[in-house]
């Protein structure tokens, strides 16, 4: 390690920005987080300083700099936007011996600033020594998934419980309640919101000396969104990171099972080409006994468990067997498909009302196309590139196949995406030579008439 890690005190300290236009606001702002007091020196502020410098947030000096205004510091930044004074600022700010970062300028830094991922009062800094700035923003982006928003609410809960817990407890015991409070139902209920009943479960753990012991187990159904990685929600990645076992689909990508913990199960429940389907009332089975056993398990589902994913069912089982769950929402396909043709679920004027349907119902149970398809409306089907010769035959025959607008995206937010548009009557032609296979949606528009302007000459 050329350079050594460590979070400086900042309550009653001074800090010092040399300059006053973009690169000082972007030191001032990652300041302002901080307790110090800062201190601009620049002839003129950009309007944003000038903002922070009337509100009484920073203080303005515009005399002429020497060694003594970076005199007592606790760190200097020089952030002129100009190498040459840059370079001399550096000189007065050592010559008064502080320590100085250099925006740009790594060989004049003592201190380099690092990629924070802040959760007040806990902060992971992250950093490459300057070798790989990139590499630290990516790591940032794990973390920033990783740890859920709330996490510093729950650790200055926890601190402000520490004194009870050590009135109360042995050292030995104390240590296990926060590994229980961290890991277990204070932090899930914390994560969601529910900050009160976090601190009382907390503090009735403290009191009664009970927790880790017979923990019961839970299921999450976790929506892992339509493919990519990083369409999960954080939510979602944090349930992964505290499953034991994971029954996942066949269409959740791999990648999204790499956020889980690495010691976790990883079950699959679809159907492989040539392999047996999993059926729903075994998937339903292995959840509430894993659950029974104490696991926290998640039923990992593409898209969002509530939309054609038979949540319901397997919501219906846990309730049965008493096992507390949650659903964990996710980017349904029907989101994903329209955000990758750089479009809009409603459209104002267009289509105001919106339908999500499916090409396989239950016993075959036809929909009639004509009934549902009224002006201003939208209807995204799933699973419905197999019965498309049926539904293109339906919408022919529904008097204003002409008015229909069909959009298709298979493999929406996934890199083999194909994007078609077509009518009713080219439909079919259209899947056949772009190859449309599932997994697809078909967007059925039938807009509004566009409104008629008559103009009158005068
Ligand atoms: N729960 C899922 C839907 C599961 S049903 C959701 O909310 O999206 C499976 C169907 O979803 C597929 O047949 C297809 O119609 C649609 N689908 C899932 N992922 C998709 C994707 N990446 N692109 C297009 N359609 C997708």
Known sequence: MKTFPMFLQMRGRRVVIAGGGEQAAQKCRLILKTDAAITVLAPTLDAELADLHAQGRIGWQTGPITPASFAGTALVFVATGCPGLDASLHMLAKAAGATVNVVDQPDLCDAITPSIVDRSPVVVAIGTEGTAPVLARQIKTQLEQMLEPRLGDLAALAGRLRDLAASRLQPRMRRDLWRWVFSGPARDAHATGAERDAA????????????GADQTGSVALVGAGPGAKDLITLRGVQR?????????????????LDLARRDADRVYVGKAPGCHH????????????????????????CGDPGVFARGGEEMEALRAADIPYEIVPGVTAASAATAAMGGVLTERGVCDKLVLSTGQTQDDRATDWGALLQPGTRVAIYMGVGSTPQIAQALQATGFANDIQIDIVSNAQKPDQIIAHCTPATMAQTIAEQHISNPAILFLTRPYPAVQTISVAV
């Open 240 to 256: 992964l990171q505290e499953a034991d076992v994971i029954y996942y689909d066949r269409l959740v990508d791999p990648e999204i």
């Open 200 to 211: 009382k479960l907390i503090k009735s753990a403290i009191e009664t000396g009970a927790f």
């Open 278 to 301: 999993w059926p729903q009332d075994k998937i339903t089975n292995v959840l509430v006994s894993a659950a029974r056993q104490g696991k926290r398990v998640v039923r990992l589902k």
